[in-house]
């Protein structure tokens, strides 16, 4: 089966960093994705990794450890903008779907 | 703008009744993708096509069935719809077959409130 786990809630203060963490255990991998999703809203894509390391876009960057099953999202200089919620995807090269957790609802307080 | 259109926006109906949420996806996109959200759930896939055929199922309930037609776009059916069926309701599409690091492109989604 496949399971992705990340925080239900997180609180930070506008200006700062924080990190979002997501492990995951999938009957094979292909990638994992990040998306954005502000409420009642589309999820807009934010990241993917497919490789070990850091991929940096701006204030955003995102961590894959394939042999850990573990992610991280960074989000930098935080602005009250950034308050949404952050999904964790895992697309599995057994039937190609792309699963999501259930997301991290992200605080940001001025 | 994603380029992936939904409609209706927004849907009111009663329990018992059939409805059904029709999706183009972006020009140029073999793939499309149905998910539902409920306020306490995730996102939960429910099935995917790539070029006119069932590519992969989620946890879809046998009350509901999907298809892609020639020209690409797709509709979710939902029938016999339950309270519990109220959710938002998204339509994704990419251009291949998402499994190789396609990413995937939503729509506004479509607003099911059952009553």
């Known amino acids: 089966g496949q399971n992705i786990d990340q925080p239900t809630e997180m609180t930070a203060t506008e200006g700062a960093i924080v990190q979002i963490n997501c492990t995951y255990q999938?009957?094979?991998?292909?990638?994992l994705f990040w998306y954005q999703q502000h409420a009642g809203e589309a999820p807009t894509f934010l990241s993917y990794?497919?490789?070990?390391g850091l991929e940096e876009k701006g204030r955003f960057s995102s961590f894959l450890s394939r042999s850990k099953g573990y992610s991280y999202l960074l989000l930098k200089e935080l602005q009250m903008k950034d308050s949404a919620s952050y999904l964790c995807?895992?697309?599995?090269?057994?039937?190609?779907?792309?699963?999501f957790g259930k997301g991290t609802r992200l605080h940001i307080l001025p | 703008d994603s380029g992936v259109t939904q409609t209706p926006k927004h849907l009111i109906t009663a329990t018992g009744q059939r409805v059904t949420l029709r999706c183009s996806p972006r020009?140029?996109?073999?793939?499309v993708y149905w998910y539902q959200q409920s306020l306490d759930q995730g996102l939960q896939f429910l099935i995917q096509?790539?070029?006119?055929?069932?590519?992969a199922k989620g946890n879809i309930l046998e009350r509901f069935s999907a298809q892609q037609f020639p020209d690409l776009h797709s509709e979710l059916n939902l029938s016999s719809l339950e309270l519990g069926d109220s959710a938002l309701y998204f339509c994704?599409?990419?251009?291949?077959?998402?499994?190789?690091?396609?990413?995937?492109?939503f729509g506004e989604g479509s607003w099911l409130t059952v009553v």
């Open positions: 994704a599409s990419s251009e291949g077959d998402g499994g190789r690091g396609n990413t995937i492109y």
């Open positions: 999938t009957s094979g991998f292909n990638g």
């Open positions: 990794n497919v490789l070990d």
């Open positions: 995807a895992v697309s599995g090269n057994r039937d190609d779907k792309i699963i």
């Open positions: 020009s140029g996109d073999l793939s």
């Open positions: 096509y790539y070029n006119g055929e069932e590519r």
